[in-house]
């Protein structure tokens, strides 16, 4: 029952969005942003990481601005994502730009394909469309939804833009045939990997790092590319994309695999920094405590309190 509910709202609003001029479709998404604020959908969370991250750097009057806009964003988001199915190429290549496309196209040229390594930062959704719409072989690794419908919905637009798609868990025996094909296969990096991960920096607290895109650009000797997107004020969006991160000399494979994405983290940082409204603070990234870590005691109410966030 709820999920068909969730459907219904968003099949609603899709119709309604769908049908307005682009300015004002991105008015009521940003106007559903501060309703899900007001509501406090995952408010507790979205504040507690900007200040785990950022609170040495910003006063807390530019910190309620971020979590303001970081909400309005997210509306945005959902409204442009409505609407990519009905932007032709033409649209999607005139709206989506290209900075440091050439880090993708040295990638090609050698023939091997490359990892791709992104994060929910910006309209994240605009990495494949904008990289198919200029010509580019994209290939996305996704964790399925718990909304049935909304996945498939999802999956279905991604695919309607050139996208491949792979599940994650499943799609590791599949990436190398992707990359034998010499597509740009990308994986989001910056989400919460449990015991899993392995426990990288990001923002100076450890947090724990899904490490399957950098193991396997070590393990099958392909660039690991940083590719970040942005909105822009104008409204278009542009996609980022680093040089490729070289791996060390003559190190075992987790030193590697530590190295590739500390030097992620450091660019998805910069990044952040820049706009940091932009940046899915809503995600309880620092959720995996590392294990040497010892749990606060019951007594320590702050610690308790970072520990939940």
């Known amino acids: 029952m709820r999920d068909a509910i969730e459907m219904l709202g968003l099949r609603s609003f899709q119709l309604v969005v769908r049908a307005l001029p682009r300015s004002a479709a991105l008015a009521c998404g940003r ?4 309703l899900a604020l007001r509501f406090g959908l995952r408010r507790r969370v979205c504040v507690a990481n900007l200040e785990r991250a950022l609170g040495g750097e910003l006063d807390a009057q530019e910190q309620r601005r971020v ?6 964003h997210l509306g945005m988001l959902l409204v442009e994502l409505l609407r990519l199915a009905d932007m032709d190429i ?21 023939g091997r394909g490359a990892i791709v390594a992104s994060a929910h930062y910006g309209n994240w959704e605009v990495l494949g469309a904008g990289g198919v719409a200029h010509g580019l072989p994209v290939t996305f690794v996704v964790q399925r939804m718990r909304n049935a419908s909304a996945d498939a ?16 868990g499943m799609a590791l025996r599949r990436v190398r045939q992707e990359l034998e094909s010499n597509r740009l296969v ?11 991960g392995i426990f990288i920096p990001f923002f100076g607290t450890p947090a724990s790092t899904h490490k399957g895109a950098a193991q396997l650009a070590l393990r099958l000797r392909v660039p690991f590319i940083p590719l970040f997107a942005r909105r822009l004020p104008d ?17 075992a494979q987790e030193e590697g695999v530590r190295h590739l994405l500390a030097r992620y983290n450091a660019a998805l940082e910069d990044v952040i920094r820049e706009d940091p409204g932009q940046y899915l603070w809503h995600h309880r990234r620092w959720k995996t405590l590392q294990p040497s870590v010892a749990p606060p005691q019951p007594g320590d109410e702050r610690a308790w ?5």
């Open 31 to 34: 106007a559903a942003g501060r």
């Open 67 to 72: 979590v303001v806009r970081s909400y309005e």
């Open 90 to 110: 033409q649209a999607r290549r005139a709206s989506i730009l290209f900075d440091g496309r050439e880090h993708l196209e040295a990638a090609l040229e050698r």
């Open 153 to 168: 919905m999802l999956c279905r637009t991604r695919q309607s833009v050139g996208v491949r798609v792979l599940e994650r």
């Open 186 to 196: 990308c994986i989001m990096c910056d989400q919460d990997a449990r015991q899993r």
């Open 235 to 251: 409204g278009r969006n542009l996609l980022v994309a680093r040089a490729a991160i070289e791996p060390p000399v003559g190190v």
């Open 305 to 309: 309190r970072q520990a939940s966030t």
